[in-house]
Structures are given as C-alpha cells and as structure tokens.
C-alpha cells in the first residue's frame, strides 16, 4: 500500500470539521483516528529511510554476487578444461596402448608365419628362409624388428643361432650365438617350449657391444618335430627341434606403435607392477615440465605372455591441443560485467544518465560477445579438416566447413540440404542412435562408412562434442579419413591369417572359427564336423611337373572345394597338400558325408593344368564335436588319424573316425618312437633276395631288404614302419645304415674266399637328394674295403625329375665310381620318357603290379612287351619283379626279358643262409627241359 493510500485513508481537518456537524463521535473514537494518523506516517517515513538505505548497498551486494558467480563460472571452466584434457589423454594413451598391443601380436603373427613355413617344407635352408623373410618386407612394414633368427636345439646345453635375417653387418655377428648363454633368453625360450607359444623375453641386449639400450627384447615361438605330438608339457619337451625369435628395440618399435599419439605422450612401460625395477621403457627419460598438471593415464593389459603396465602422461604439445581457453574468457567477460552490473545498479539509484551509461557497457560488451562468435565462425570455416555442425534432434547438417565441402565432393550448400544420415549410407538408423548418445553424453568417438558423392566408400573416425550455438543445441563433428590405416592393418592381418598360395585361412584363423563353432554348437545343442583332406598323388604331380603346376593345381582344387560348401562353413589349407572343412551347425555328425561324397566325386575328376591331364583324388578323415572330442587339438588328431585309414586303404575316400582308429594311431607313434632306438639297439638285419638271369637261372645279382625285430612288436613289416621313417625323418639316419652294414656284409663274404654278385641297395628320396651322397658311399666304401663294383642302388622315377640337371650330375658321378644305377617301379611315375637317353642308369625294374598277371591280361602284357623293347633300345637290361608261377616266367621268356626276382625263386633271405649258397653261385635248376625255372628249394620258399 503507498502512502498517498495511506493518508487517504486518515481523514483531514476540513472532513473533520464537517463530521462535527453530523452526530458527535465518542472520544475514544477520536482518539483511535488519531493514533492511527501518526502511525501511518510513522511507517512511511520509515521506509523512505530503508529504501534510502539499502540502496547505497545494492550495487556492492550485486557486484560480490556476480563476482561469485563468475568465479563459479570459471571454476567450472576450469574443470571442463582440465576434463577436456583428460580426455584427450585418454583418447590418445588409449590409441597409443591399443596400437602397441597390435603391432606386438603382429609380430607373433610373423612368428607363426615362419612356423607354417617350417611345418610346410620337409627342408628349409638358408636360402628358403632368406627369400621368406624378404617377402614379409620388414625393412618397409617392420622397420623396428632387428631380425628373425632359427636356433635349433642340440643335445648339449648350448642353442645357437643357425640362421638370421636380414644379413646386416650387426645380425652377422650373431650367428652362432648360444642363447641359452642369457639367463632371460633360456627362460622365454623354456617358457615357450613348454607353452608352445609366443613368448616375450624381459629387457636384455640383442648383442654384445650393438646397442646401449636396456630396453632390447625379443620373442620366442618353439618348433617341433613334424608328424610328432605335442600335447603334453613332456611331449614338447621331447619332440622340440628349435626355436623362431624376433628381436627388437624398444626405443624403435614404441614410437613406431604409438604413431601420431607418440608426440602427445610421454609413455612408459613397466613389465607387472609400475615400480622403478620394472621398468623396460620410458620415452623420456628425463623430466618433463608439467605446469602443475598432474595428468596421467594407467592401464594394464596383457602382451602375448606377460602383463605390461602402461603410464602416459601428458605432454606440453597435448595440452596445447586442449582449448583452454573458457577459463580466461570466463574472467574476460565475467568480471568486467560484474562491475558493469554493479554499476548499474548504482546509476540506477542515482539517476537516468548514469542507467544509460550503464546499458551503453552492456551494448559494448555484447558486441565484443558477437565479435567472438564472428572469430569461432571464421576458425571453423577456415579449419584444415572436415568439420559439420548437425542439428540432434533432426539430424540435418546445419553447416559445413570448406575441407568437409572438398573431402565429400558436395558444396556447403548442398552439404546444408542433406542429413548426417545421408552420408552414412546404409548406416541411417546407426546415424541417428549415435546422434542421441552425443547428446547425452555417452558417446564422443567413434567410426563410420561415409559416402562420397562420387559414390565411393570411405573408413572416418568422427570425434563429437555436444554444443549451443545461438541458442540451439548443435553436434560438432570432426572427421577423420581412416581408410588407408584400415586398410593396411587388414592386410596385415589377412597376411597373418590367410594362405598366400590359395587366400584361404590358415591353421591359425581355422582354428579360431573351429573354437567359435564349438561355443555355438553348444549353445544351440548343434554338432561340428572337422573334415581333414589329404590330396591323392599330388607330391608325384608336384615331383614330375614342378612346383609351379603343383602350386596351380592347389589353386584349383581351392575352386572346386568352395563350390561344394555352404557360406556358414570354412576351408582352410593346413599346409602342403593337406586341407580342414569346417562343418557347423548339423543334426548329426553323420550329414557330414554329403559334403564327403561331393568333394570326393570333383576331386576325382580330371584337372586341366598348362597343358596336362592330371588325376589326382582326395581321402577325408571326419571327426566330429563333441562326439568324438571336446577341444581344437585332439578333434583335429583324429581327423588325421581318420584321414590315414583311407590312406591305408587304398585312398579316394572318406571315413569316419572311430575309438579303433585311435588304437592304431597309438600303435603308429609307438612304432615312430622305438624306431628312434631301433639302430643303436641292433633291432635291424638285412635279408637278400637273388635276381636270376632269365635264360639260366644263374643268380647274377640280389637285392638287400631291411627288416626289423623288436622285442615288443615281434617282427614289423617294412610296409609298416618305411613310411613313418619316411615321415619322421628317421628313413636318412636308417639308409646310412643299410649302406653301411651291406657292405660290412660284402667285405665279410669275401674275406672268406666267397665269390659275391652284386648287391642293390635301396635309397629313399632324402638320401638321393643329399649333396654329399656320393663322398658318403665311397667313405663307407674305403671303410670296409668294398668294391663299388660290388653294390647297386635302386631309385624310383619321382626322385629323376626333380631338378634334372642335378639328377644327371649325381648319377654320371656314380657311374665314374663303378655304381651301377637302376630305375625301381619304373613306369608307374610320371617321368618323361625322354630323360631316360639322358640318365646313366642301367637297369628297369618292371613293378610286380604289371607281372601279377601278365599270363591272363593283355594290357600288362602289352605294358612288359614295351618295357622291355623300350630298354632294349635303350641299351638297358630289364629285371621283372613279382614273379611267383611257371606261367609268369615263360611270357618273361618269350618276352626276352633279362632277370627276374620273386617268390618263384627264393623269398628274401638271411645273409646267413645266402652264404651257403654262394660257393657254389647258385643256379636255379631247369625243370621240364629249358621251358621253366625253379629255384633250388622253392617249394619250401613258396609256402613257408
């Protein structure tokens, strides 16, 4: 109520004066009017002085409000500052770490890759292994990495370096540098052997005197024998044969993982616990100005074998990358407008000039606001990267900077026409849904697919920040092309996982599918089948036609065997000629053998490869989950056991696998590990089969047949355990022998007096293809004090067509020496006839498969008759192996065929029993005139 009201309500002298004339009022009514007059103005007074008062306090009160306020402003400023820094600390050390992680799980991967080389090759020398490590390209992708080294392990303490590349002058130095010599390098590689896996090394240095660093370190990844198990902790430290190490530097291959986050960052790296002992790296060693910024980011993660505690903190160029500069402009304009508020408050009390005043301070101090927001539009126009403003709520793009104009090929104005969700292609909804999370906070990072206006495809990483403009909530997105760095990291990683040869996955990529169909099976009560797929034939279309036909025709069969599987299901080449089917999601393991029959069927179908007809087939061992096995390993040995079966059967089929087959796999390695000790236990004698000369029946020559008695297995079959000597390696060790002791055998018959034809020897491709084959038969020659006239060798057609010149080389030298060379199962290869005019040999032995029945079948007896007339032309002498009838003998004789060998005349036989025979130099007797031969006590040969 105002005090005009007031005193309005109080009457006056003159209205008093009037009332006296009405009817007289009581005095104590007079008495309340009064009083109530004196208060009122009383009370008016009072509030004048108040007002007056308080007014000289309100600019004051105003000012230390505003200037609380703008402090508040610029704490919070201040604190979105320090958050924005975090933040892009964060971003940045977490980009750093995850690249670091990467790169040293691609250095596992090129381990692996020279694993798969090893495991592939039966033998890898230094140049095999030079031209593989050239094609990784470390120079170029892997510049940090100082070498790849094999070291193979010995039956002493020592483990020295065998091969290294690249050969630079400092990786020289290491050959022969014993590893276990280091402590740290004798645990990663023991570590390793008993993991089998990719295991790190601690700090060390790679070579005396080559590097001042305390951060050198390398990884180990162990090999095994091939065809050998190494399931068990004890089974990898038995079947070992060496390591594959990657040595590196880690003042190169940290800033080189980290990349562009590398100059924001000062890393450090500790192996556990981020204690001063730990530490393996530390990219500035000395101190780093912090201005009072005590950011840093710590996070564990885990490094192939070990735990790495990873510390980033800022450095200045980071922080310079931060805007910090709300805090300033927050005092910039916050404390001038508290005064100016202040003031006016103060003019307002004073008077009308003085509010003026004060609205002209507001006017200029909006007009400086505006003149930032021209400043903020002009950085965002002439901004080096893609920026867009995007209304959240619409999605549409409120406007566009020149770089995001050149970068999508559309202009501003049209950019301002279309939503975000137009660039995003096929991703609309996905557009939308990051948008809201933007907004709320959740999201700032991210990647997309953005489409180009010319229809191209391009990888982005988009930074996103909530902001108002004028008034309106506004997304900032800032875009970044990923496309090449995506695009090089998923070439490594197809290099890491897929097979160069085919561009199928490889062992490691299969089994990462394998175990991701065991966790589905699981889920949806399914079953997995493993389908394991040798090639029929290939190595003899490898040996005869060269590498280059083989490697095209595995490309082939790679065509055909995608065409014959569902998208779901995976084929992937374990290496050589062997390849994995996976088969998830099925009712029954059982359905596997539609896939079976199909591969089967196209793979026995003629391939047309340059020019040749090639027949090959395919056997196929199943295994099924969780059937037959529960893990990768054990489901994958039983499809090889399976796979075997066929072999063993005659091949170009399919089997399942079964608890049996299990048994004879047992029984399999039992026969590879007692052949370990089968020389050194004299478990081994030769037998001798006389070869007679057709016409005759004088034995002119014999051939020498191992044979093995072990206290265990009793007598095993040179069928038996020849292939998996030949498998394990053990056929080379075994040959020496057979060499050695027929010649011990030929020395001891002539120090009797004995008249001894000549012996032929089998050889195995490993020893034929041996450099110094011929210096280690005349040695054991000199050494036993043998004739070269006294011994022949027997090869097959494969071993001549491989590197033919090298063949005529070691077969003239032979031939220098006295060494009568002969061609054993001939025509059952694929040799060209026409080398045979250029091979020193001197004999062909026709197979037993072409005699069996040659009395009833004319193709075999067209197939002998062309033989024979083949080697006759040739100056060439024909032995036919097999013979076991009368009838067999005479077409052989008709045939002018000029030995045989076989039951009919004699099953191989003890050296002691031979040399009963030999002062004599048995002839067979001539039965029914000269029509047929039978050897002296072949009725007792032929049934025993």
């Not at 390098?185 to 790190?200: C, F, G, Y």
């Not at 038995?238 to 040595?247: K, M, P, R, V």
């Not at 089994?511 to 003899?540: C, E, P, Q, W, Y």
């Not at 004789?893 to 002062?919: M, N």
Request: charged share 25%; hydrophobic share 40%.
């Amino acid at each position: 109520m105002t005090e005009k009201s007031r005193h309005s309500e109080i009457p006056s002298e003159a209205s008093l004066s009037v009332a006296s004339k009405k009817p007289r009022i009581g005095r104590l009514d007079r008495a309340r009017v009064f009083f109530r007059a004196k208060i009122a103005k009383l009370v008016s007074l009072s509030d004048a002085v108040v007002v007056s008062k308080i007014g000289k306090y309100v600019p004051a009160a105003v000012l230390a409000t505003s200037l609380a306020t703008t402090a508040q402003i610029w704490k919070s400023q201040q604190d979105a500052v320090s958050n924005g820094l975090f933040k892009t600390l964060e971003n940045h050390a977490v980009d750093a770490e995850n690249s670091i992680v990467e790169r040293m799980r691609g250095y596992g991967h090129i381990l692996v890759g020279v694993r798969g080389l090893f495991s592939a090759s039966s033998e890898v020398g230094p140049k095999e292994f030079r031209e593989y490590v050239r094609s990784l390209q470390l120079p170029e992708k892997y510049p940090e990495i100082q070498g790849i080294s094999i070291s193979y392990h010995t039956q002493s303490e020592a483990v020295p370096i065998s091969m290294i590349e690249p050969q630079s002058r400092e990786n020289s130095r290491l050959t022969g540098y014993d590893n276990f010599s280091n402590s740290e390098r004798k645990t990663a590689m023991e570590s390793a052997r008993d993991t089998d896996s990719v295991v790190l090394s601690g700090k060390l240095r790679l070579s005396k005197g080559a590097s001042n660093s305390n951060s050198d370190m390398a990884m180990f990844l162990p090999m095994y024998r091939k065809g050998l198990p190494h399931l068990t902790e004890r089974e990898r430290r038995e079947n070992i044969t060496g390591w594959i190490a990657a040595s590196f530097r880690m003042e190169d291959f940290v800033p080189r993982a980290a990349g562009r986050h590398f100059s924001h960052l000062d890393i450090e790296i500790y192996e556990g616990a981020p204690h001063a002992h730990n530490l393996i790296y530390d990219s500035h060693p000395e101190d780093v100005p912090n201005e009072n910024w005590n950011l840093h980011t710590i996070r564990k993660v885990e490094m192939l074998d070990k735990e790495w505690t990873i510390v980033s903190k800022a450095l200045p160029e980071l922080r310079n990358s931060v805007n910090a500069e709300g805090p300033k402009v927050a005092l910039a304009i916050g404390i001038p407008s508290s005064f100016l508020l202040a003031s006016f408050f103060f003019l307002l009390i004073r008077g009308r000039e003085n509010m003026l005043n004060g609205i002209n301070a507001l006017r200029k101090s909006s007009e400086e606001l505006r003149r930032s927001e021209i400043r903020y539009k002009s950085l965002f126009r002439d901004g080096k990267i893609p920026m867009l403003v995007i209304d959240p709520n619409s999605g549409n793009i409120v406007d566009a900077n020149l770089e995001a104009s050149e970068f999508y090929g559309h202009s501003i104005d049209e950019l301002r026409l279309m939503t975000i969700a137009d660039l995003n292609g096929n991703e609309r909804s996905t557009a939308t849904e990051r948008l809201a999370l933007v907004k709320e906070g959740k999201l700032n990072r991210f990647e997309a697919h953005h489409v180009l206006a010319s229809g191209d495809i391009r990888d982005v990483e988009i930074s996103a920040s909530h902001i108002e403009m004028e008034g309106k909530d506004r997304i900032l997105q800032i875009v970044s092309d990923i496309s090449e760095r995506k695009s090089a990291v998923e070439k490594i990683m197809k290099m890491a996982t897929h097979d160069d040869l085919t561009g199928l996955p490889n062992r490691s990529l299969f089994v990462d599918r394998l175990s991701r169909a065991f966790a589905n099976a699981d889920r949806n009560g399914k079953t997995v089948a493993l389908m394991f797929i040798d090639l029929d034939h290939f190595k003899v279309v490898n040996d005869s036609m060269g590498h280059d036909v083989g490697d095209a025709l595995l490309r082939e069969v790679t065509a055909r065997m995608r065409t014959l599987v569902r998208g779901q299901d995976t084929v992937a080449r374990q290496g050589g000629d062997e390849f994995l089917v996976i088969l998830p999601n099925l009712d029954e393991p059982s359905n596997a053998w539609v896939v079976a029959e199909k591969i089967v069927s196209a793979l026995s179908k003629p391939f047309h490869i340059r020019g040749h007809e090639l027949h090959i087939g395919a056997s196929i061992g199943i295994a099924s989950y969780p059937r037959d096995a529960k893990d990768v390993d054990t489901l994958m040995k039983y499809g090889d056991i399976a796979m075997y079966r066929v072999k063993g059967s005659g091949r170009q089929g399919y089997r399942f696998f079964s608890p049996e087959m299990h048994a004879l796999s047992v029984e399999h390695q039992s026969i590879a590990n007692a052949l370990h000790h089968a020389i050194d236990r004299q478990e081994f004698h030769m037998e001798y089969q006389p070869i007679v000369k057709v016409s005759t029946g004088k034995m002119i020559a014999m051939e020498t047949l191992i044979r093995w008695q072990h206290p265990e297995f009793w007598k095993v079959s040179p069928e038996k355990f020849i292939p998996i000597a030949e498998d394990s390696g053990l056929i080379v060790s075994i040959g020496e022998w057979i060499i050695r002791d027929v010649c011990r055998q030929i020395s001891e018959w002539r120090s009797k007096g004995h008249e001894v034809p000549r012996v032929a020897i089998n050889l195995s491709a490993r020893q034929f293809r041996s450099k110094t084959l011929v210096e280690d038969i005349l040695k054991v020659l000199q050494e036993t004090e043998t004739s070269p006239n006294h011994i022949g060798l027997e090869i097959t057609e494969s071993m001549l067509v491989d590197d033919v010149e090298s063949v005529v080389e070691t077969l003239s030298e032979l031939e220098r020496h006295g060494i009568e060379v002969s061609i054993d199962d001939f025509w059952t290869g694929y040799s060209s006839l026409s080398y045979l005019k250029r091979f020193p040999v001197k004999k062909l032995k026709i197979d037993r498969s072409f005699v069996r029945d040659l009395a009833e079948d004319a193709d075999d007896l067209v197939i002998v008759k062309s033989i024979v007339d083949l080697a006759h032309n040739l100056g060439l002498r024909v032995v036919a192996e097999g013979v076991e009838n009368e009838a067999q003998l005479s077409v052989l004789r008709d045939l002018k065929c000029d030995c045989a060998q076989g039951y009919f005349f004699s099953r191989p036989i003890s050296a002691e029993a031979l040399e009963k025979r030999l002062p004599e130099r048995p002839h067979f007797r001539l039965v029914r005139g000269e029509e047929n031969v039978r050897p002296l006590g072949a009725a007792r040969h032929l049934h025993q």
